[in-house]
Protein backbone atom coordinates (compact mmCIF):
# COMPACT_ATOMS: atom_id res chain seq x y z
CA UNK A 1 0.00 0.00 0.00
CA UNK A 2 1.08 3.72 -0.69
CA UNK A 3 1.24 5.89 2.71
CA UNK A 4 1.71 9.46 2.79
CA UNK A 5 3.83 10.54 5.83
CA UNK A 6 4.45 13.42 7.55
CA UNK A 7 7.26 13.98 10.18
CA UNK A 8 6.80 16.72 12.64
CA UNK A 9 9.85 16.99 14.60
CA UNK A 10 12.98 16.59 12.26
CA UNK A 11 14.70 13.58 13.36
CA UNK A 12 17.10 11.44 11.62
CA UNK A 13 14.75 8.40 10.17
CA UNK A 14 12.16 9.46 12.02
CA UNK A 15 9.35 8.19 9.47
CA UNK A 16 11.63 4.97 8.63
CA UNK A 17 12.29 4.03 12.13
CA UNK A 18 8.01 4.72 13.33
CA UNK A 19 7.14 2.62 10.08
CA UNK A 20 9.37 -0.74 10.99
CA UNK A 21 7.82 -0.34 14.42
CA UNK A 22 4.07 -0.78 13.76
CA UNK A 23 5.77 -4.06 11.59
CA UNK A 24 5.53 -1.79 8.25
CA UNK A 25 8.58 -0.82 6.82
CA UNK A 26 9.64 0.75 3.66
CA UNK A 27 10.37 -0.86 0.52
CA UNK A 28 14.34 -1.24 -0.06
CA UNK A 29 14.77 0.30 3.93
CA UNK A 30 18.07 -2.46 4.44
CA UNK A 31 18.62 -0.78 7.86
CA UNK A 32 15.43 -1.12 9.38
CA UNK A 33 13.75 -4.39 7.99
CA UNK A 34 12.16 -3.32 4.89
CA UNK A 35 11.87 -5.66 1.70
CA UNK A 36 14.47 -5.81 -0.70
CA UNK A 37 11.61 -6.83 -3.69
CA UNK A 38 7.49 -5.83 -4.32
CA UNK A 39 5.54 -7.56 -6.65
CA UNK A 40 8.40 -10.15 -7.81
CA UNK A 41 10.81 -7.07 -8.72
CA UNK A 42 13.84 -5.81 -6.80
CA UNK A 43 13.46 -2.27 -5.38
CA UNK A 44 15.99 -0.36 -6.81
CA UNK A 45 17.05 1.63 -3.61
CA UNK A 46 14.94 2.94 -0.56
CA UNK A 47 11.51 3.63 -1.66
CA UNK A 48 10.75 7.24 0.14
CA UNK A 49 10.32 10.73 -1.76
CA UNK A 50 9.65 14.15 -0.33
CA UNK A 51 6.84 14.90 -2.59
CA UNK A 52 7.14 18.40 -0.86
CA UNK A 53 8.82 20.41 1.44
CA UNK A 54 7.81 23.65 3.13
CA UNK A 55 10.41 26.33 4.44
CA UNK A 56 9.84 29.24 6.82
CA UNK A 57 11.15 32.81 5.13
CA UNK A 58 13.00 35.47 6.51
CA UNK A 59 10.61 38.05 5.49
CA UNK A 60 7.74 36.23 6.92
CA UNK A 61 4.99 33.45 5.39
CA UNK A 62 6.62 30.36 3.90
CA UNK A 63 7.59 28.73 0.72
CA UNK A 64 6.93 24.83 -0.56
CA UNK A 65 8.88 23.48 -2.80
CA UNK A 66 7.53 19.81 -4.60
CA UNK A 67 9.14 17.44 -6.29
CA UNK A 68 7.58 14.87 -9.35
CA UNK A 69 8.07 11.36 -8.19
CA UNK A 70 11.23 9.73 -9.76
CA UNK A 71 10.67 7.40 -12.97
CA UNK A 72 11.96 4.22 -10.78
CA UNK A 73 9.13 4.86 -8.17
CA UNK A 74 6.67 5.37 -10.61
CA UNK A 75 7.54 2.03 -12.65
CA UNK A 76 7.52 0.13 -9.20
CA UNK A 77 3.94 1.34 -7.91
CA UNK A 78 3.21 0.63 -11.45
CA UNK A 79 3.85 -2.99 -11.40
CA UNK A 80 2.12 -2.80 -7.51
CA UNK A 81 -0.90 -1.64 -9.43
CA UNK A 82 -0.76 1.43 -6.87
CA UNK A 83 -2.75 4.60 -7.93
CA UNK A 84 -0.83 7.56 -7.37
Not at 34 to 44: S, V
Amino acid sequence: ALVELQPFTGRMHQLRVHMAHIGRPLIGDVRYGGALTAAGRPAPRLMLHAASLTFPQPEGGERTVAAELPEDFRALAAVMELDL
